[in-house]
C-alpha cells in the first residue's frame, strides 16, 4: 500500500520560505513522476509543480521563479521549496503520485504577519 506523508509546513511571514518534504512508501518511488498540490479553503485543489523520473519539472505560472520541486530518490522524498511566500500562497499542500488518487494528508502552510 501506498504512503505519502508531508511534513514542513508552518506560519512564516511574507517573503519568507519554506521547505516541504513528502516521504514516500510502498512504491518504486524513483520509476514515478511525483507532484505538489495546494488547496485554499474554498477553492480547488489546483497543481503546484511536478517533477518527472528524469527530474523534468513543470510549475504553475503562479510558483514559477519562486518555488522548486525537486526529489532524492535515494530517500524516496520529493521537496518543494518555497520561497518570497505570499499570504494568497496559504493554503494545504498535498503530494500526489501523478495520475493516481493517491494522496498524503497534507501540510498547512500560513503567510502572514
Known amino acids: 500500500q501506498v504512503h505519502l506523508v508531508e511534513s514542513g509546513g508552518g506560519l512564516v511571514q511574507p517573503g519568507g520560505s519554506l521547505r516541504l518534504s513528502c516521504a514516500a512508501s510502498?512504491?518504486?518511488?524513483?520509476?514515478?513522476?511525483m507532484a505538489w498540490y495546494r488547496q485554499a479553503p474554498g477553492n480547488q485543489r489546483e497543481l503546484v509543480a511536478s517533477?518527472?523520473?528524469?527530474?523534468?519539472?513543470v510549475y504553475s505560472n503562479f510558483a514559477k521563479g519562486r518555488f522548486t520541486i525537486s526529489r532524492d530518490n535515494a530517500k524516496n522524498t520529493v521537496y518543494l521549496q518555497m520561497s518570497s511566500l505570499k499570504p494568497e500562497d496559504t493554503a494545504v499542500y498535498f503530494c500526489?503520485?501523478?495520475?493516481?488518487?493517491?494522496w498524503g494528508q497534507g501540510t498547512q502552510v500560513t503567510v502572514s504577519s
Open positions: 500526489n503520485q501523478w495520475g493516481t488518487e493517491v
Open positions: 517533477i518527472t523520473d528524469g527530474e523534468r519539472t
Open positions: 510502498g512504491i518504486i518511488f524513483s520509476i514515478y513522476t
